[in-house]
């Protein structure tokens, strides 16, 4: 037996000599899908260890303990016993503030952070120069992101004032443990040490700062035994405590959220590839159907041939697989420096031989399922054949549909399924995946089976003679419709997906900032403030869009029932109650959009509201129940919340919800529900007050100017926050730059993807134009013998390649909408718009390329002689 | 050792059956030199498919050396060929991937034979190839390649072998020395030898010639033999 398997494999290698060029081009269809699986998720594991590896320094200390309001007694007291005990705390506080730099008269929105000494416990802040961050609390001394200094045209030995105080720019950051490089373009960091935040006078009533206490554990004390002792005073006091692991924790969920979608990406290459390696295969066999029938005539039985060719295809695509894995590990070394600027840590980039196995074996297992369907065509193969050859398509026909065919196309939609929940995170995603692939396939092969009808029935004698073929070679025997359109429209329908979802999903981040007026913001304006903020738009002639007053408040409670109560899930104290206790189950909700929780969102229940009040509703905004408010005599104020606020905090038209406005009780009742357009770039609120309801509360302002030029708004700025430095403003033109520079980010590494789809689907498309090549060879040079020019030859191919690529990436295209409609609907959550101008450029595009590279395989029968090319077939 | 029982044969052409072999009998004996000639087109390439297995006959029956073609199926069939069959080509076969000695030792490596490829060397030189054993089919003359192809179909020392139309592709006198090259095989190893070919002269080198016409046996100089 081993013997006779040993001489198979002799057979097998010798006889694949001179093919084995060509089945491992075939074989490298799936050489890319191999090397994103193996590149993802070895950089997955590589980032998932660093992230362990470092993630006490992520955090700076053992826990941190958070508040969104300044620390209580209660718990600065607890904090002083830990010290004097022998557990350091280090703190940080942080707030936006204006940073201005006299010297060129320029100002920016900055992230100021005030640290102690010590801050943070574990990790470095590295600053340039190095002794910058040790040298910080020496004095009035600043630490800033590079990106400010370039905002403000400063340099390091720059004054900088923030507030009241002046400070010496004494360094540059260059790292920040645990936060993203992208952090500095969205909002630069600048550093000062705690002990002159007084000096600025910037933390005033209504500015919102987060308080945050390191705490580094002594040796042998755990964090639980920490928690345990404090949790009590800590919950009571609305200090939120994250520990190290959980940090980790978090990172990890992102890190595998990344790795999920980038996944999809990869396992769509490797079907790609599967699908290559199909129609390659496909041709591959029948080029050796003649060699089949003599091994046949010589005594071979049907298996002896299936393995052989098995062993063929299994040793090109072990090849196929290895140079995937190998590029892979390649790529994995690119990948931090693309993605750099979003990752929280320093990634060290090391083998994981388990992610190698799983690609190369996977990438093996592809290879073999998808090339075993076409050979087990050679089974057919009748050693008549060598007495008497008849055409291929008639030798392939046999053996066609036997049980065996049944398996192994089983086995294809099995390993779709099995590879895909095996990447999916959760089940549903996988069933999905595999189901949309497999709907898409089938779709595709409805459409070639209805052109290949259709070519049939259309023909008409009077068409032009290149004309009438090129279509005939759609339908007549052994013609290349199917592979063709399962291969294009399948890369066109991947590749457009990406492309209609990242249209789409960008779509909705466009501010949209022509549409508003104003091009400058200034927000956190006093009471007392805000004639004087008017009086400097107006003297400098510039133009006051709006002056939204803000109340700061929380909810006190709602339907009776007060926060403490709603998140317990009691029933309000007095006669009022929901359902019963008992009903409610704890059921976390996320997000907008979501199903309606049945318990309020602890977000919701528990923030901070900055509302606003006025007359009448926004042109941004539209009524979706209830009535604006009229004048109707009610015990209460009237206030409209937005739709998405009401579901998370399950309250509806009629109900009332009581609001503690700066220790003051306001009774009201939600009279209307309005939907806000987020995405315009303009103030929007989630609650809206009647105007006699706070009238009389302690508010703030917002205004909107407008300066014509970019100096104008810089001089407004300046203006203001030298007169008055707690006021903080934005240019509206900056942030859109900001955004607009991230999402170019983000674009760039998704036009990657794309590209890098769009590449995978060249070798298919090559393996599926090989398949019928001698098809196309033979009948070239029988239209040669019969006396056609090239020229006609030439034309009656163009005419058969327009027509399968234009409608086998029409195909795709339409498919693609479909896809990405599912996409922003079940994964996104979002409403979806299809770009049809960009899909018909990529379907005219993918045309082109069929039409290229079909003629480019075809350039035999343009250059071989009729009898050099007969005599071949001979 | 070969058998025919009123081998009949016939092909659907669209709604036409077409009868290629009529009731086709004859028995040929062990080591026998037999010839089967007749016009293009009288059905000898159809009636050497069928003796040799490749194909399975409308009705009737073959049995080759004792054993019921018709009872077998695909795969034994197959390995019956492997073990008593050779097979030598009009147009040659060799397999264009594979040189001389290669594939000569196709049929040997199928059996798991390990001594293959001395077998084979052997056998090329017996051919008069002994220098060519590393050459492929293209970089051989047409004699040589017949001559590589007949080493193959005696690799596996078969019981029987099939030629057909052998030297058809062949110069005359080429072809005159692949016949003394089967003839001198046929004498040294006892092979039954089925030559199919239309070629008068070269048909008379056998021992005897069955003549097909439309399909049916119009002459056996065998049956003839024995009625004279």
Known sequence: MTARFGGLAAVAWRESRTARRRLLLYMSSITLGVAALVAIDSFAQNVTRSVREQSRALLGGDLSLTSRAKFTPAVETLFDSLQTHGTPVARQTSFSSMALVLRTGLTRLSQVRAVTPGYPFYGRIETDPPAAWSGLANGRHVVVDASLLVALDAHVGDSLSLGTAKFEITGTLTSVPGELAVTAAIGPRVYIADRYLAETGLLVFGSRADYEALVKLPAGQTVEQFEGRTARVLSKNDVRVHTAAQSEQNLSNAIDQLRNFLSVVGLVALLLGGIGVASGVHAFVMRKIDTVAILRCLGATSAQVLVIYVLQAAAMGLVGAAAGALLGVGLQFAMPLAVKDFLPVDVSVRLAPAALLTGLGIGLWVALVFALRPLLALRGVSPLQALRRESDDTVMRQGRRDSATHVVSFAIVASVFAIALQRAERLRDGIGFSVAILLAVAVLWAVAALLTIAARRVVRPRWPFVLRHGIASLYRPGNQTRAVILSLGFGVFLVSTLYQAQKNLLGQLDLRLDQVRANVVFFDVQEDEAAGIDSIITAGRYELVQRLPIVPMRIASINGRTPDQIMAGLPAAGARSGEPAADRREVPSRGRGGAAPRRPSRWAVRREYRSTYRDTLDATEKLVAGRWFDAAKDTMSQVSLDAGLADELDVSVGDTITWDVQGVRVPTRVTSLREVSWARFQPNFFVVFQPKALAHAPKQFVFLAYGPTPRDVALMQRDVVLKFPNVSSLDLSLVQHTVADVLGRVTTAIRFMALVSLLLGVPVLFSAVAATRRERLREGVLFKTLGGTRRQIGRIMLAEYVLLGALGSLAGVVLSVGGAWALMRFVFNTPFTPAVLPALAVSAGMTLLAVAIGLLTSREVFASTPMAALRTEG | ?228
């Open chain 2, 1 to 228: 050792m070969l058998e025919a029982r009123q081998l009949t044969k016939e092909y659907r052409v669209g709604e036409r059956p077409l009868r290629v072999l009529r009731d086709v009998s004859f028995s040929i004996p062990q080591g026998a030199f037999v010839a089967i000639v007749g016009p293009s087109g009288s059905g000898k390439t159809t009636l050497l498919g069928l003796l040799a297995g490749l194909d399975t006959p409308s009705s009737g029956t073959v049995r080759l050396d004792d054993a019921d073609l018709a009872a077998m199926d695909e795969d034994q069939r197959a390995r019956l060929r492997g073990a008593k069959v050779g097979f030598v080509f009009q147009s040659f076969q060799l397999i264009p991937t594979l040189t001389a000695i290669e594939n000569v030792q196709v049929p040997l490596e199928l059996r798991g034979d390990s001594h293959a490829a001395d077998r084979a060397r052997d056998l090329l030189k017996r051919v008069g190839l002994g220098d060519r054993l590393d050459h492929f089919p293209t970089e051989l003359s047409g004699g040589e390649q017949q001559r590589v192809a007949i080493a193959r179909a005696f690799s596996n020392e078969p019981r029987i072998l099939f030629a057909d139309e052998p030297t058809g592709n062949l110069d005359s006198e080429t072809g005159q020395r692949i016949v003394d090259l089967l003839e001198q095989l046929n004498r040294e190893s006892g092979a039954t030898i089925v030559l199919v070919t239309h070629d008068a002269a070269l048909a008379a080198r056998a021992g005897r010639i069955i003549r097909l016409s439309d399909g049916a046996v119009v002459e056996d100089s065998a049956t003839q033999g024995a009625a004279t």
